[in-house]
Structures are given as structure tokens and as C-alpha cells.
Nanobody, 129 residues
């Protein structure tokens, strides 16, 4: 059974930074394409960033230059470094495994969408102005 456990969310002020982590188990992490997605209340799922097994990265337009995705295959861990956070970054952030699209943002609830085959439970990020 695939398990993805996110951590690192919290509350910060505008301009602050957070690093999200996702520990994966039950899958061959080093050959799996991974991603971060987010969803605010009443919003559609938003692709934040995806990373291939060989570390090619993709970012949503709203986070380019501020967020950095990375992976440590030895630790089965996916990261998202978030700098210069803005109130509009507030959302539940989900780790996803075995992504099916590098850039799509589905018009649905993240965890029920087609863009990835496995999802974590999510971690809340709140940015106050």
C-alpha cells in the first residue's frame, strides 16, 4: 500500500518561508514521478510543482521563482521549499505520487483527480497579511 505523509505546514506572515516534506512508502520512490498540489476552500486543485524521477522540474506560474521542489531518493522524501509566501498561497498542500501530467491543474478535488495515482492527506499552509 502506498503511503504519503506530509509535514511542515503551518502559519506564517507574508514574505515568510516554509518547507514541506513528504515521506513515501510502499512504492519504488526513485523511479516514480512526484508532485505537489494545493487546494483552497471552494477552489479547484492547483498544480504547484512536479518532479520527474530524474529530477526534471515543473512549476505553476504563480509560484515560479518562489518555490523549489526537490527529492532525496535515499530517504524516499519529497520536499517543497516555499519562499516569499503570499496570502494567496494559503491552501491545503498535497503530496502526490505517480503523476500523470506535468502541468495540469484539474477542475476537481485534488485527491479525486486523474493527475496522480496516489495522494497524501495534506498539510495546511496559512499565510497572513
Amino acid at each position: 500500500e502506498v503511503q504519503l505523509v506530509e509535514s511542515g505546514g503551518g502559519s506564517v506572515q507574508t514574505g515568510g518561508s516554509l518547507t514541506l516534506s513528504c515521506i513515501a512508502s510502499g512504492l519504488p520512490f526513485d523511479v516514480v514521478n512526484m508532485g505537489w498540489y494545493r487546494q483552497g476552500p471552494g477552489d479547484n486543485c492547483d498544480m504547484v510543482s512536479t518532479i520527474s524521477h530524474d529530477r526534471t522540474t515543473y512549476y505553476g506560474d504563480s509560484v515560479k521563482g518562489r518555490f523549489t521542489i526537490s527529492r532525496d531518493n535515499a530517504k524516499n522524501t519529497l520536499y517543497l521549499l516555499m519562499n516569499n509566501l503570499k496570502p494567496e498561497d494559503s491552501a491545503v498542500y498535497y503530496c502526490a505520487a505517480d503523476v500523470n501530467s506535468w502541468t495540469a491543474s484539474p477542475r476537481s478535488e485534488c485527491r479525486k483527480s486523474w493527475v496522480a495515482n496516489s495522494w497524501g492527506q495534506g498539510t495546511q499552509v496559512t499565510v497572513s497579511s
